[in-house]
């Protein structure tokens, strides 16, 4: 694992109102629709929360001494009952525009491919994503336990190793994949310092991508399955990023 990181350290140095018209879907103003949120102090499971690393320190315990984040149960932010009233567009609509502005990453997927990421990740808990900035990059650790993802800096996790925190979390609710073909997904930047709002939604958005793409993946699979055959160089190339 060390020798690895080691190879990537060299390589571094990116509405509402027409819905409540509709007469397929009545839910009440979003403000009633979704819960009121209040600062909060979340905290992931334990059991969400192993920083698996590849090699050597495999199923190391995450974060001891740190309070992990625990994800917002969907009904605390939605009515369930009265999405039950909603299409799928509709509810997808009113779920994207009311993360606007809130300091969260508000989108969705189809349940198939939910199902997808689910199947790959199981295998394939880890990978590593270049993240541009200015004229160069930095490189994100990520660790995928469905229902969730979580991403920290590739630097933070070689200097902490399981002391290391995430920085963005993800979680996936899919109490409408059958109903609805829908599961609803949830970004929450925890260290606004560390990561922004737009870099936090290109990487769950590019995540995602190396795990659906069935292309991608093969990169994802040689992280986690052949180690000693993966090149960071590739990653970069499927990004179209220079290698610096």
Not at 52 to 73: D, I, N, W, Y
Not at 74 to 84: F, M, T, V
Not at 224 to 233: I, L, P
Request: charged share 25%; net charge positive.
């Amino acid at each position: 694992m060390r020798s690895l990181l080691s190879r990537f350290s060299r390589l571094s140095r990116s509405s509402p109102s027409s819905i409540l018209r509709s007469p397929l879907c009545h839910p009440p103003p979003p403000h009633r629709l979704f819960a009121l949120e209040h600062p909060i102090r979340e905290s992931f499971p334990g059991d969400h929360l192993k920083w698996m690393s590849v090699g050597c320190r495999r199923g190391s315990k995450f974060a001891t001494g740190f309070t992990p984040l625990e994800p917002k149960q969907l009904g605390s932010i939605i009515d369930l009952e009265r999405a039950k009233n909603c299409s799928p567009e509709e509810l997808v609509s009113v779920w994207d525009d009311y993360h606007i502005g809130r300091g969260h990453i508000g989108t969705s997927m189809k349940a198939k491919l939910y199902h997808l990421l689910d199947q790959r990740s199981i295998t394939c808990r880890h990978f590593v994503i270049p993240l541009w900035r200015g004229s160069g990059y930095t490189s994100m650790f990520i660790q995928v336990q469905m229902p969730h993802m979580l991403f920290t800096g590739l630097e933070d996790y070689k200097a902490r190793g399981t002391q290391a925190s995430p920085y963005f979390t993800v979680t996936h609710y899919t109490e409408y994949a059958d109903s609805k073909d829908v599961v609803l997904i949830r970004g929450d930047v925890v260290f606004t310092s560390k990561l922004s709002d737009s870099e936090a939604k290109w990487l769950m958005e590019t995540a995602q991508s190396f795990y659906l793409n069935d292309v991608r993946y093969k990169l994802v699979e040689r992280f986690n399955k052949e180690t000693h055959e993966f090149e960071f160089k590739d990653v970069l190339r499927a990004l179209e990023m220079p290698a610096l």
